[in-house]
């Protein structure tokens, strides 16, 4: 049922003229993950080259680091997550989305969530959540990150919490206490405790119980 409604939506955004970027598309990116299963929606910001290219979000340098931290904390890409992000066709130069790419594709964003209907929604940096959020001046990313908020989404409250960005880890290397890397862990575990509290994961990270 939710695949077929998805597929729908798949189509009109597949064939939408509603921006510039249609021109300069390969590829419109959708989606990632499995709808059936999916308890939580994860936005990213907007496809890169790789993703561009191949039609998934979240395949190159950035994605392969986010599936480590999902990996890490027991959350399973294929299973746990419905991909996606705030504009289905990338950028050129890989530049931030502008506001007016972002109107023109927040219609598909928000009919996938009130498809998926998720448990939480996960906003992958600034320029996911600041499309269902305004942030005055003082709320920086590192602020806001790691906090549950409700978020409204066409008229329904989501449970949501901002994590950085994984283009941002992969310009900050340290595991340090406090660093970006071990927040990212933190605020990972932490979703996985609330949203998957009988999954426990080994040192392998094999599923040893639901
Ligand atoms: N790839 C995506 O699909 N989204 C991002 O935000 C970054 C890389």
């Given at each position: 049922?939710?695949?077929?409604?998805?597929?729908?939506?798949?189509?009109?955004?597949?064939?939408?003229?509603?921006?510039?970027?249609?021109?300069?598309?390969?590829?419109?990116?959708?989606?990632?993950?499995?709808?059936?299963?999916?308890?939580?929606?994860?936005?990213?910001?907007?496809?890169?080259?790789?993703?561009?290219?191949c039609g998934?979000?979240?395949?190159?340098?950035?994605?392969?680091?986010?599936?480590?931290?999902?990996?890490?904390?027991?959350?399973?890409?294929?299973?746990?997550?419905?991909?996606?992000?705030?504009?289905?066709?990338?950028?050129?130069?890989?530049?931030?989305?502008?506001?007016?790419?972002?109107?023109?594709?927040?219609?598909?964003?928000?009919?996938?969530?009130?498809?998926?209907?998720p448990q939480a929604i996960i906003l992958c940096g600034a320029t996911a959540l600041k499309s269902f959020v305004e942030l005055d001046k003082k709320q920086t990313i590192s602020k806001v990150r790691g906090k549950w908020m409700n978020i409204m989404v066409d008229g329904v409250e989501y449970k949501a919490m901002t994590i950085f960005h994984p283009s941002y880890l992969l310009r900050n290397h340290s595991m340090e206490e406090g660093s970006p890397r071990r927040l990212m862990q933190q605020d990972?575990?932490?979703i996985k405790n609330t949203i998957f509290p009988d999954k426990i994961i080994d040192e392998n990270r094999e599923l040893v119980m639901l």
């Open positions: 049922m939710k695949k077929n409604c998805l597929e729908i939506v798949r189509q009109k955004c597949e064939s939408c003229n509603g921006c510039a970027l249609a021109k300069s598309r390969n590829n419109v990116v959708f989606s990632d993950g499995n709808p059936s299963t999916a308890k939580i929606v994860l936005i990213g910001e907007a496809p890169g080259e790789m993703e561009d290219e998934r979000p979240f395949v190159g340098r950035a994605g392969q680091l986010l599936n480590e931290f999902l990996a890490d904390a027991g959350i399973s890409r294929d299973e746990d997550l419905y991909i996606i992000n705030t504009v289905k066709c990338r950028p050129p130069e890989n530049r931030v989305p502008t506001d007016e790419e972002k109107s023109a594709c927040h219609k598909f964003l928000v009919a996938q969530i009130d498809i998926i209907k990972l575990s932490e």
